[in-house]
């Protein structure tokens, strides 16, 4: 299968609400075009939830963004953006203003994006509601206050007054989240809605994004560098690496059977109950860096498997299972994977040069307590 064949699921086998088909982006740097995402496709259909994950840098927000149509006016896209049939990608800002708010939403990670400092909470969201003309100035009020104890802020009538830096970073964020929903979209794309949030307050947002999307029948991308945001809420997982996914599954089996290396060493990185004391949590080595003209698996440099056909040709997702996907010539849970890997540990070094010894760390096997992570407490 193609990078460009659009992950999905049985469970998105009704109309797509949203699909995208060999999204790119590229900018253009000093050093040449830089791959922010590199042929991206993936198919969402109403009512579904897909977690994307993926380290800082791998091209989580530019895809939300382009998906959205909020592009850096310099990159160069290619590929196609559908929703509802209708082809995004070729409209204007003006067209697509009537599909902000009210049938595509973002959450973004600061809720200062979406609140206006110098404006009162009560009337970012009376006029939100206005411009989209799903209240009038009669009603206005009453829906702004119904929306604010919709996303469970204390005494909305207070509240209403506010101004947003008079609010905790949690009430922020459930305020951004009331302005996101506030039309009614079909579609929520939350952006690491969670990062800024300390653990307790995280949880919360997390419990409420669930309930809004169940109870409106939203579909819903959750974006996050961090795998314990999705396995509560996601019907299923797309794994993002250097711009491209490497790997896509439902959420329970992508976290029993992580095929691409990257994706278990996130698992095998995930904080848990079940950790020892004292004792270190794994960590992939590196970090994702931006790629100009890639080639080969952008992933070599920090995998403990890597080969020579790692290095020249660029591995597309595949896989038996067309609910489940990856992109790795050498993947876990195959015996000549398992071979590569104990070369490379006994030469102590891979064919991209990365030095290993007894402590670097391994991705988890696939039938490692991944279940944890599954039913285990959000990170
Ligand atoms: N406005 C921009 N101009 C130039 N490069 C950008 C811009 N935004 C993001 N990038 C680059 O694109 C890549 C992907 O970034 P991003 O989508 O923000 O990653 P993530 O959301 O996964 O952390 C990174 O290498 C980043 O440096
Ligand atoms: S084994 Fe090769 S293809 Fe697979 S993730 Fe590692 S470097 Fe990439
Ligand atoms: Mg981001």
């Not at 509802?84 to 049938?103: F, I, T, V």
């Not at 009669?138 to 830096?165: C, D, M, Q, S």
């Not at 004391?277 to 995998?303: K, L, Q, Y």
């Not at 195959?334 to 064919?351: F, L, Y």
Request: overall charge negative; glycine content about 8%.
């Amino acid at each position: 299968m193609s990078s460009s064949s659009p992950v999905r699921t049985e469970a998105a086998e009704a109309e797509p609400l949203l699909e995208v088909v060999d999204l790119t982006v590229q900018i253009p740097t000093a050093k040449g075009l830089l791959r922010a995402v590199g042929g991206v496709s993936l198919s969402l259909s109403p009512g579904e939830t897909l977690g994307i994950v993926g380290e800082s840098g791998s091209g989580k927000s530019m895809l939300a963004r382009t998906i959205m149509g909020l592009i850096p006016p310099t990159a160069e896209v290619g590929g196609e953006v559908r929703y509802a049939g209708a082809d995004l990608r070729s409209m204007s800002h003006r067209d697509l203003r009537n599909y902000w708010g009210k049938e595509i939403s973002m959450v973004f990670q600061d809720p200062m994006t979406s609140l206006n400092p110098v404006v009162r909470i009560g009337r970012n969201l009376t006029e939100t509601l206005r411009t989209h003309g799903v209240a009038d100035r009669r009603t206005a009020k009453g829906r702004a206050l119904e929306l604010l104890a919709e996303v469970r802020i204390p005494a909305p009538a207070t509240r209403f007054n506010a101004y947003p830096h008079e609010l905790s970073g949690g009430m922020r964020q459930r305020v951004g989240i009331a302005l996101a929903v506030a039309c009614r979209p079909q579609l929520l794309i939350a952006d690491e809605p969670t990062t800024a949030l300390d653990v307790t307050v995280q949880k919360q947002v997390l419990t409420l994004l669930d309930k809004l999307q169940s109870e409106h029948h939203m579909a819903m991308v959750i974006i996050t560098h961090d795998l314990g945001v999705v396995t509560g809420s996601a019907d299923r997982v797309a794994v993002m690496y250097g711009g491209r996914i490497v790997e896509t599954a439902p959420t329970a089996t992508l976290f029993a059977e992580p095929r691409h290396p990257y994706t278990s060493g996130l698992i095998a990185s995930m904080p848990s109950i079940d950790n020892k004391p004292h004792e270190p949590i794994p960590v992939i080595p590196g970090s994702p860096r931006p790629v100009i003209d890639p080639v080969g698996c952008t992933f070599a440099s920090r995998c403990v498997r890597a080969q020579a056909t790692c290095l020249t040709q660029t591995p597309e997702l595949t896989g038996p299972d067309p609910a489940h996907q990856f992109a790795c010539w050498f993947p876990m849970g195959t015996e000549e994977g398992d071979r590569v890997e104990a070369e490379n540990r006994a030469a102590g070094v891979t064919a991209a040069g990365l030095r290993l010894d007894a402590t670097s760390p391994s991705p988890a096997s696939p039938t490692q307590d991944n279940e944890r992570a599954v039913t285990g407490a959000v990170s």
